[in-house]
């Protein structure tokens, strides 16, 4: 447990809203990551962070933006969510200060987002 | 970064050794292989990485082939609680790449 909690656990949302996901760490780790696990395409990376104000973009980038303002915080949001945005989101941090010998990362317990 | 190939499943009886193999045949010399498991509806979770020696540590033991295009992650008294989906991954970055993985199941 790397002490990293998600909320909402569950949301039900319509086409067209916004929505934001919060991940939060109690350890202040520099780097946070948002997967989305759709059937049929494993973890996909969205958005990652390696520190304050310090983002970059994944794999699956589209639609999705991304904040932190401190450290502990990365929140992930669908400016206008779409049904294809129906997914269990995950948060991730990496306990790594420097360096990118290896990549051991901590996940949270999921978000299942369902878009209507 | 390197692909991977695992058995799509496997069985594995209760109390024996678990194998899960994992090919990466285009691994570079840098790039790390990490093996992570999902337990059903739960986020992944981290079980061993190693680069060229065999790793162990209280879950599981890596063995990575000397050519550094092969490795088997070993779950050594395999117990229902390992039933879960494996992933094998090579990275050097930190960005992880997670496939389909081997659907591991442990029968009593």
């Known amino acids: 447990d790397a002490g990293i909690t998600q909320s909402p656990r569950h949301k039900v949302t319509e086409t067209g809203t916004p929505v934001t996901l919060r991940c939060h760490q109690t350890e202040n780790h520099r780097y946070m990551y948002w997967y989305r696990q759709d059937p049929g395409h494993g973890l996909r990376l969205i958005h990652y962070?390696?520190?304050?104000?310090?983002?970059d973009k994944g794999e699956v980038s589209d639609g999705y933006s991304v904040s932190r303002s401190k450290t502990e915080d990365f929140l992930l949001t669908l400016e206008s969510a779409t049904s294809s945005q129906t997914s269990v989101y995950f948060c991730?941090?990496?306990?790594?200060?420097?360096?990118?010998?290896?990549?051991?990362?901590?996940f949270g317990p999921g978000t299942r987002l369902t878009v209507l | 970064d390197a692909k991977t190939t695992q058995p799509p499943s496997m069985d594995c009886a209760e109390g024996r050794a678990a194998n899960l193999p994992c090919n990466h045949s285009?691994?570079?010399?840098?790039?790390?292989v990490y093996w992570y498991r999902q337990i059903h509806s739960q986020g992944p979770q981290y079980i061993i990485h190693?680069?060229?020696n065999n790793e162990t540590n209280e879950m599981a033991s890596l063995i990575i082939t000397e050519d550094r295009k092969s490795s088997t992650l070993i779950l050594p008294h395999a117990t229902l609680r390992d039933t879960a989906v494996y992933y094998c991954i090579v990275r050097v970055a930190y960005k992880l790449s997670f496939g389909a993985g081997t659907t591991v199941t442990v029968r009593a």
């Open positions: 991730a941090i990496s306990k790594q200060t420097s360096g990118f010998s290896y990549n051991e990362q901590f």
């Open positions: 285009t691994i570079s010399g840098n790039e790390y």
């Open positions: 962070s390696y520190g304050v104000k310090d983002t």
């Open positions: 190693g680069l060229k």
